[in-house]
Nanobody, 120 residues
Framework: VQLQASGGGLVQAGGSLRLSCVAS????????MGWFRQAPGKEREFVAV????????YYADSVKGRFTISRDNAKNTVYLQMNSLKPEDTAVYYC??????????????WGQGTLVTVSS
């Protein structure tokens, strides 16, 4: 599976962005899709994941109620809608495909990352 993430950019605190991740290669719908992020000087951390069927979603406590993950298997695309953004959300965001879970080791395939910068 090849993953291409996009949609990052510069936004003011309180604003919104929608990230997209398009998959190609193996059957997209077989995989759980996750979003992770890595801020400067910090380790990569889990943000959100959605089951292959789209029926189950899980979020990090830090984004719960502000971010929404969704997928469109017909378009081989997973989305991350980010609302009420905070400066601490600034990071490179990565999409990943693998087994449902919150650990990096659950995911075999990774996109290249897209930078989100939230100004105060």
């Amino acid at each position: 599976v090849q993953l291409q993430a996009s949609g990052g950019g510069l936004v003011q605190a309180g604003g919104s962005l929608r990230l997209s991740c398009v998959a190609s290669g193996r059957t997209f719908s077989n995989y759980a899709m996750g979003w992770f992020r890595q801020a400067p000087g910090k380790e990569r951390e889990f943000v959100a994941v959605i089951r292959w069927s789209g029926g189950n979603t899980y979020y990090a406590d830090s984004v719960k109620g502000r971010f929404t993950i969704s997928r469109d298997n017909a378009k081989n695309t997973v989305y991350l809608q980010m609302n009420s953004l905070k400066p601490e959300d600034t990071a490179v965001y990565y999409c990943a495909a693998g087994i449902l879970g919150t650990y990096i080791k659950n995911y075999d395939y990774w996109g290249q990352g897209t930078l989100v910068t939230v100004s105060s």
